[in-house]
């Protein structure tokens, strides 16, 4: 799932500064998983926005959408938004972008920071497995992701900074190919790794846009009706 | 001749190679780069060009071998991929081959939070193994990593670093394989303290049949201090200093210290020469350049050939 992490409070009010009706919008999918822009975020921060000396005199409300990365679920808001000067939304980046098109006359601003793909290690705790490469090694990696976890990115690793089983940026943070070294080993699969991985194919380097095939037949079918 | 470079013939005529290293000054203190590889002049074969060090800004490297060039000391042109793409480190091969820099390393790089950008867009496009593989087509098939042809390969003698010390041990042997698979001529070894593990990984090499394929330079940095030799121990990542080092430097006390790590580094490099599988010392005396025509001497690395 997306991972983000609330921004800062005066950050979230310089936005919002002279604005006198604003909603918060939060969104009922990942970011209600990772705490930081579900229902209970945005009532939140509406309450913390509403007692704030800073942004006393402007009026604070909140609504949660199912998701805010999908237009079906944006249209719920089509009346309600015209009523506001200003949307504050707490969505990962796609869904601010989403929102922000589809009421295109109504300022949108962010109130989270995007942070990554990741995993629900414990309520709260959460950390990044993947980074959208588009070229997905995890079968020869022991399904460990190398660009993500390896804070060098490489492909044919670990490198001599590797400390011990630590990663050399942080005695915390795990050497990835060592941990794919260790599971390898442990599967008796290391040949895989004994071949050198060429560069890799960059594919997220330019917006990208998926089309399933799913997509194709659907399109195709309706315009032959 | 892959590049005719100086430590390309010092090794295939069978000498022992021995090089040094020069880091760029921080700021454009030509003078000061001259004073350093003034000293090194006449008493190695070539001398190691960093590439922003430990990830902090310096002058750039392919400058700084082109400056060393010019002094009449053969650069070893450091190329990282922490700073450059592809585009960019093919660009700066042909220019470098261009101005004559005949020997290149290929190495990841230090990440840069250690240095004084620490906020910075790490670049990793490819890796160190992409790199050498890299440059090697570039040089022997005339193609850019796209496949595309070149006017005029570059001519380079290539590199690469290895760290026999890092865990996992029992890989480190397969990854230098690689390595020499993606198309090392050379090898330069992280700074050795622990002599038996350097052994061990000389002869598993020598078994594996990799010091037939590359020449193998076995890193050496003489230590100064007590203090650096902690430091060396506790916060170099993937560095292994014995106690018995430590012990060693501290008995001999504070007015000996430096003296007693010559000593020891003279006995390193001693052991090295009669080691079979072992081509020559790469010898990283950091910010004691004017000690190595001392260390050469006394280490019996001098004269050095002519070829």
Redesign the interface.
């Known amino acids: 799932m997306i991972i983000a992490e609330r921004k800062p409070i005066p950050e979230i009010q310089s936005f919002v500064a002279g604005y006198h009706k604003v909603l918060v919008v939060g969104c009922g999918t990942c970011v209600a998983v990772c705490l930081a822009g579900g229902s209970k975020e945005a009532e939140i921060l509406t309450n913390e926005l509403t007692l704030s000396p800073k942004t006393a005199g402007a009026r604070f409300e909140s609504r949660t959408l199912e998701r805010q990365c999908d237009m079906e679920f944006l249209s719920e808001l089509d009346e309600q938004a015209a009523e506001y000067d200003a949307l504050l939304s707490m969505a990962c980046g796609a869904g601010v972008q989403l929102l922000a098109e589809r009421f295109s006359r109504i300022p949108v601003f962010p109130a989270v920071n995007t942070s990554c793909i990741g995993v629900n290690r414990s309520v709260g705790w959460y950390e990044e497995n993947c980074r959208a490469c588009g070229t997905c090694v995890l079968a020869l990696t022991a399904g460990i992701c190398p660009v993500t976890r390896c804070a060098k990115g490489l492909f044919n690793g670990p490198c001599g900074g590797t400390n011990i089983t630590s990663c050399e940026i942080h005695p915390d943070q795990p050497c990835a190919w060592h941990m794919i070294y260790e599971r390898l080993a442990a599967q008796d699969r290391l040949q895989q790794i004994m071949e050198i991985s060429p560069a890799n194919d960059w594919r997220n380097q330019q917006p990208r846009t998926i089309v399933q095939p799913g997509y194709e037949e659907r399109t195709s079918a309706l315009k032959e009706q | 001749m892959k590049s005719g470079s100086k430590l390309e013939r010092i090794l295939q005529a069978g000498h022992f190679a021995f090089t040094g290293e020069v880091g760029p000054p921080r700021g454009c203190n030509v003078q000061a780069l001259k004073e350093k590889i003034s000293h090194l002049k006449g008493h190695v074969d070539a001398a190691n060009v960093t590439d922003n060090q430990t990830a902090v800004v310096r002058l750039s490297s392919w400058a700084a071998s082109l400056i060393c060039l010019q002094e009449g000391v053969e650069p070893n042109f450091q190329m990282v991929?922490?700073d450059r793409n592809?585009l960019a480190m093919q660009a700066d091969i042909l220019g470098a081959s261009a101005h004559g820099i005949r020997n290149m390393l290929c190495l990841?790089?230090?990440?840069q939070?250690?240095g004084d950008h620490p906020q910075a867009k790490?670049v990793?496009?490819?890796?160190?193994?992409?790199l050498l593989?890299?440059v090697k087509g570039m040089r022997d098939d005339s193609a850019f990593?796209s496949g595309g042809g070149i006017d005029e390969a570059p001519k380079m003698f290539i590199g690469a670093?290895?760290?026999p010390f890092?865990?996992?041990f029992e890989?480190r042997i397969?990854?230098l394989?690689?390595k020499i698979?993606?198309g090392a001529d050379f090898i330069q070894t992280?700074c050795v303290y622990n002599m038996d593990k350097a052994r061990e990984w000389v002869k598993q090499a020598n078994d594996l049949g990799l010091t037939e394929k590359a020449s193998l330079l076995m890193g050496i940095t003489p230590m100064k201090s007590v203090g650096m030799a902690r430091y060396m121990q506790s916060k170099v990542?993937?560095m292994e200093v014995p106690e018995a080092i430590i012990r060693r430097l501290r008995e001999a006390g504070k007015q000996n210290v430096a003296e007693e790590g010559i000593k020891i580094a003279c006995e390193q490099i001693q052991e090295f020469k009669e080691m079979p599988g072992v081509a020559g010392i790469h010898l990283m005396a950091i910010e004691w350049e004017h000690r190595v025509p001392e260390i050469a001497e006394r280490a019996g690395m001098l004269p050095r050939p002519e070829v």
Do not use: Y
Not at chain 2, 124 to 130: A, H, L, R, T, V
């Open positions: 991929c922490r592809r990841s790089g230090d990440h939070v250690f790490g990793f496009d490819i890796d160190s193994i992409q593989a890299m990593q670093a290895a760290n890092a865990e996992p890989w397969h990854r394989a690689k698979s993606a992280q990542p993937g």
